[in-house]
């Protein structure tokens, strides 16, 4: 133990002398160090640890399935309600409707949009956890005169009613009807992640008797010991029984169950692990740089090390000071990057905050801390071994006469340094190419045309309460009213409304038929995009009209039986006629035919990453919701205001919500592959840094070293270009040996990138091309400084150097 805290002493003395080297190496770990813990912590929050939830390991996500398809659905309240009773293998089986559910609160304040979620009476149960206050919902809060309860999330207690400790059993006013509060979650529960309230289902009402509608996401709770293969097996021995009673509606469906973690972290595990792969690359050429700073070092000292041998100390004990020294180096620059991590933590979560599950908690805890500690030891071993070695293998008569005459190494120990600026090249190659398909990617992703015209436009959304608006014709007339007194503001070209706007998340999809053709059975039914419009939302969004007519003002105020339909859906369901005149029938119990009118451009309803879908409008405006979307001359934004008072001027009570432009659903519909798109070239960026520096300083040691025999050329006749083009050719053979390795390696390991990538393949030439390029590029410069240098030498001075 003396001997070592005698090596940690002189260690530290050593560093505390060379300021420079030492910043140098700090900076370049801490940089390294600092991007691992930062995107450890958020590896750790979403993939190590635990759900906040007791056994989270027995809590199952459902999707609703057709087993030929293998897509994800959801399930229709009888048919969950059959699953929930028949089941053997769940202590409880839970429910929530799969979109959250908008409500207005009003009274003690301004009115307000909220986002309930409406689940089933023992929805809390599931998961075990208990209120902060008060009491959650049973299963008879599902009957009607129970079901008008509530209760509220910890955020929405605090901000709407400023924690009142008494909140329990007072009344609210939801959607114009009168609701009792009968609990407060806790502050760590938010699932799912946009409710600010929870409500009960009642499965009284006439929409939910029935099997063809799909609109509840079961979840559950496993009994103890029971597998996830068991509960599959036992649902599906449900799903069986059900397609024998009920043929029509549950032919080919199942449910396909997943834990409940792996739903969550859903596509976020390939992004996190390409990042954190990402920066363990910038790692290594850190670490690679710091090898270098110390082989450099290293060399100065083998005439003191040389003299120290042979005064006695073995190579051993001469070994083991050098990797202590790098180890206390690798921990300080392990502890400045700790807290460059927490810095990073905060801004790492800002810009992931839509993309990362609700339930992660991402914080600099015991763990990643831990993590650091471990990747700081292993750092300093990595880069301290390469110089350790170097001296045990030292010849100490070779030393002593080479130390005569410079401070350099012989001109034969280069190639470890040479090694590890190829290394620290190749490696930058890799992340650069990753960055450039990502970055190609995002920008054919952000140009991709959507279907509509976004610019200059600003969109709202407006939710009716039933009580309020009880009849289709109420709810017809408000919207009316609003389109006209909308249409004559001030800067109003065209005001739209649909039910469900495109790049939102906001799904609908229903199956069909055409009349006159059989009906599909389940599994081979069309299920398309299915929207209610107006007359002015076409030409709001500047979708095109291809063939046929829109709707009329008088089709859209009596809801009449008439269909736009787009391009896609022309071809799949008439893929050799002409669709105009032809009926088509909807899966949603009323066998009423829709007669198609017109064909409109298709548009990318789902998100701009993924295909357009078969799509169908229908004129209507009688729905409690609708999405406003109002095209102006100029800024749309100018006219917020002005519209938020028409809208309280036709009822005060109403609330405005979700007020953007259509280019910020835009822009929002693309920040997960921003996101993971600006981490890595910020990484990328790092590596180049990182790496033409360690070329810099390769290139700058090997000019000292050589001084005297650039000194000899020149004296001899050599001219400074010449000089120029030896140096630069040293340093640019290590890059384009870097470079194919790089490339070799680029090819092989994007791969993984694939199903990140829009439009563009892991192979794109112009990617590589343009690494191929800029990477020489940079390295010329951090060639050309140096034997710049070299070429200023004076070969008398040059002549007497040592």
């Not at 709407?160 to 059993?169: A, E, L, Q, S």
């Not at 905060?346 to 599950?357: H, Q």
């Not at 039910?499 to 609908?508: H, I």
């Not at 409109?600 to 701009?608: A, F, P």
């Amino acid at each position: 133990m003396d001997t070592l805290l005698r090596d940690i002493r002189y260690g530290i003395r050593g560093l505390w002398k060379r300021p420079g080297f030492t910043f140098v190496a700090l900076i370049a770990l801490a940089l390294g160090i600092g991007a691992n813990t930062a995107i450890f912590s958020l590896v750790n929050a979403v993939l190590v640890q635990p759900l906040p939830f007791k056994d989270p390991d027995r809590l199952v996500w459902m999707w609703g399935n057709i087993r030929q398809g293998g897509n994800h659905a959801s399930v229709a309240p009888l048919d969950f309600l059959d699953y929930r009773q028949q089941n053997k293998t769940f202590d409880q089986f839970a429910a929530m409707g799969s979109i959250p559910l908008a409500i207005n609160l009003t009274g003690g304040g301004e009115p307000e949009r909220l986002q309930s979620a409406i689940v089933t009476g023992n929805y809390f149960q599931a998961f075990e956890v208990n209120p902060l206050l008060g009491r959650t919902f049973v299963l008879d809060n599902e009957k009607t005169g129970n079901d008008q309860v509530t209760v509220l999330s910890y955020s929405l207690w605090q901000r709407r009613f400023g924690g009142d400790p008494n909140i329990v059993n007072k009344t609210i006013m939801l959607d114009g009807r009168t609701h009792l509060v009968l609990g407060v979650m806790p502050r760590d529960f938010n699932f799912p992640r946009a409710a600010e309230l929870w409500v009960p289902m009642n499965f009284d009402r006439p929409g939910m008797k029935q099997r063809r509608a799909h609109f509840l996401r079961p979840v559950g709770r496993l009994k103890a010991g029971v597998t996830l293969a068991q509960a599959q097996a036992d649902t599906d021995s449900i799903a069986q029984h059900l397609e024998e009673q009920f043929p029509d509606t549950n032919t080919g469906w199942n449910l396909r169950l997943v834990s409940l973690r792996d739903q969550l972290v859903g596509n976020t595990k390939p992004t996190l692990f390409i990042l954190l792969g990402a920066v363990g690359f910038v790692l290594l050429i850190a670490c690679a740089n710091v090898a270098n700073l110390l082989l450099v070092r290293a060399a100065a000292r083998q005439k003191e090390i040389a003299l120290r041998t042979a005064l006695g100390a073995s190579r051993f004990r001469i070994a083991r000071q050098m990797i202590t020294e790098s180890v206390l180096l690798a921990l300080m620059g392990g502890a400045l990057g700790a807290v460059m991590a927490i810095w990073g933590r905060d801004l790492l979560v800002a810009l992931s905050a839509d993309n990362l599950p609700s339930t992660a908690d991402v914080k600099i805890d015991a763990t990643v801390l831990g993590f650091t500690l471990l990747v700081s030891l292993v750092t300093g071993l990595l880069f301290g071994l390469a110089p350790a070695l170097r001296t045990m293998k030292l010849e100490l008569s070779n030393t002593l006469k080479e130390g005569g005459r410079s401070v350099g190494e012989g001109a034969q120990r280069n190639i470890l340094r040479s090694s590890l600026v190829v290394i620290e090249s190749a490696v930058a190659v890799v992340l650069l190419v990753g960055a450039g398909l990502l970055v190609r990617s995002l920008i054919r992703l952000q140009n991709t045309n959507p279907g509509f015209d976004p610019h200059n436009v600003l969109t709202m959304r407006i939710d009716l309460p039933n009580e309020k608006y009880p009849s289709p014709e109420k709810k017809t007339n408000f919207f009316h009213e609003l389109e006209t007194r909308l249409s004559g503001l001030a800067g109003v070209e065209s005001v739209g409304m649909i039910s469900e706007l495109p790049l939102t998340g906001q799904p609908n999809d229903v199956p069909y038929y055409v009349e006159g053709r059989p009906p599909a059975t389940p599994d081979q039914s069309f299920d398309d995009d299915f929207r209610r419009v107006n007359t002015q939302y076409f030409q709001s969004l500047q979708i095109p009209l291809l063939r046929g007519r829109s709707f009329t003002d008088q089709e859209v105020l009596k809801s009449a039986k008439v269909l736009v339909i787009s391009d896609l859906l022309a071809k799949q369901a008439f893929p050799n006629e002409d669709p105009i005149g032809h009926r088509l029938v909807m899966g949603m119990g009323d066998v009423t035919p829709w007669e198609i009118i017109g064909i409109v451009g298709d548009v990318r309803h789902r998100g701009l990453e993924t295909q357009p879908a078969p799509a169908m409008y229908m004129p209507a405006l009688g729905e409690p919701w609708k999405n406003v979307v109002i095209r102006a001359q100029g800024d749309p934004t100018n006219l917020a205001a002005a519209v938020r008072r028409e809208v309280k001027a036709i009822d005060p009570d109403q609330p405005v919500a979700a007020m953007k432009t259509m280019d910020a659903w835009l822009t929002t519909s693309v920040s997960a592959p921003m996101y993971r798109t600006s981490l890595l070239a910020l990484f990328a960026l790092v590596a180049l840094v990182l790496a033409s520096t360690g070329i810099y300083g390769v290139m700058s040691y090997s000019v000292t070293q050589r001084t005297h025999e650039i000194g000899v050329r020149m004296a001899v006749g050599a001219a400074r270009s010449d000089v120029l083009k030896l140096v630069v050719r040293q340093g640019m053979t290590l890059v384009a040996i870097g470079l194919a390795i790089g490339l070799l390696g680029a090819f092989a390991l994007t791969r993984v990138l694939s199903s990140l990538l829009f439009e563009i393949t892991p192979k794109d030439p112009t990617t590589f091309i343009a690494v191929a390029i800029a990477l020489p590029l940079v390295a010329l410069v951090a060639c050309y400084l140096p034997a710049r240098r070299a070429t200023m030498v004076d070969p008398l001075i040059a002549l007497r150097y040592e």
